[in-house]
């Protein structure tokens, strides 16, 4: 896994030194969703303190040198993930690749053939409706592995998804894959498309891991002229915070005012009582009515009154879905 030290050390600011790991060793960290419209809030409202929202990475050993119940151990962990990252060197990307997705195909066969077998032995009546539509959703599964695609490649309807849920199936799990690189853009951009067209449902991220500490461990001063000179508009770590956040199926709305600038993370398409419970459970209990801007709105305005000068100062029920970048206010009455 190339670079995959290097990168967890300039995400979570762990020293490169603490990561060399024993067999069994499981590094945890830590790092904030990176983005600029946060940043942008913050000088607009100058508040006592700004907060991000946080995503948390767990260092795994390199599997691939390992064996037994090490590898045992790895592969549970990794169906306890939520999104799973993964480095490829820029020589052999789609060598690495493909031995990666290969493992996880593997594996998720060996639990579903398992599975299989054991229905096959069940024969009470009494739970042969529910034995045959939990077969016909792992005939699916088996049949898409068998072809060597994962099956986040497919959309499950709801029943179907119920049957999956406790299964914990590595294929579903959505797949971010940093190419780990110092090649020209595009060089880097040919191996990036020939993997997006082997591998549609993973996200491909090129990015040079060296380049990535460098940048990181400079302070901010230097860092914008650092990259100016480059001709780099943020640090390639940066987009993959927040692919990262968006592969986990969450979007962000904002808070504002002179004590704190705040981003939350929700669901993508949940309602306005439950971005506010993500606040406190009394806003969503009490709901009455959110006051809402729009982000682009207010950065072309400049100021929250002008703003409602132009009419684009919004009240919002409890049937609203909020939208990324949505900052909200919530009045509520318990």
């Not at 795994?60 to 592969?75: A, E, R, S, V």
């Not at 005939?139 to 072809?147: A, G, V």
């Not at 449902?201 to 001063?221: A, C, H, R, W, Y």
């Amino acid at each position: 896994m190339a670079g995959q030290r290097e990168l967890f050390s300039t995400l979570c600011g762990t020293p490169i030194e603490k990561l060399n790991q024993t067999p069994m060793e499981i590094h945890l960290g830590s790092t904030v969703v990176r983005d600029p419209r946060l940043d942008v809030l913050s000088k607009m409202y100058n508040p006592k303190k700004t907060t991000a929202v946080k995503i948390d990475y767990n260092l795994l050993p390199d599997y691939t040198t390992q064996g037994g119940p090490i590898t045992t151990m790895i592969m549970s962990n990794l169906r306890n993930a939520d999104v799973l990252c993964w480095t490829a060197g820029e020589a052999s990307a789609i060598a690495d690749t493909s031995n990666f997705i290969s493992d996880l195909i593997i594996a998720d066969l060996g639990l579903v053939e398992k599975r299989v077998e054991t229905l096959a032995k069940d024969v009470n009546p009494k739970t042969a409706s529910t034995r045959g539509k939990e077969k016909a959703v792992l005939d699916i599964c088996k049949k898409t592995l068998d072809e060597g695609k994962l099956l986040s490649s497919l959309k499950f309807d709801d029943e179907q998804a119920r049957v999956l849920v406790n299964y914990q199936l590595l294929t579903r799990t959505p797949v971010l894959v940093i190419v780990n690189t110092e090649k020209d853009e595009t060089a880097i951009n040919t191996v990036i498309t020939q993997l997006s067209t082997l591998y549609p449902s993973v996200t491909f991220i090129p990015m040079n891991v060296k380049l990535e500490q460098e940048i990181s461990g400079l302070d901010p001063e230097d860092r914008g002229t650092f990259m100016k000179e480059l001709g780099v508009t943020e640090p390639a770590v940066d987009k993959m915070t927040r692919l990262t956040y968006a592969k986990l199926g969450l979007i962000q709305f904002f808070t504002v005012g002179p004590d704190e600038v705040r981003a939350w993370a929700i669901p993508k398409g949940a309602l306005a009582p439950v971005a506010g419970r993500t606040i406190h459970s009394d806003i969503e209990k009490g709901f009455v009515r959110a006051e809402m801007m729009k982000y682009a709105e207010l950065i072309e305005a400049k100021t929250e009154q002008v703003l409602k000068d132009s009419g684009k100062f919004y009240v919002k029920g409890r049937d609203y879905v909020v939208e990324d970048g949505d900052i909200l206010n919530f009045l509520f009455n318990v």
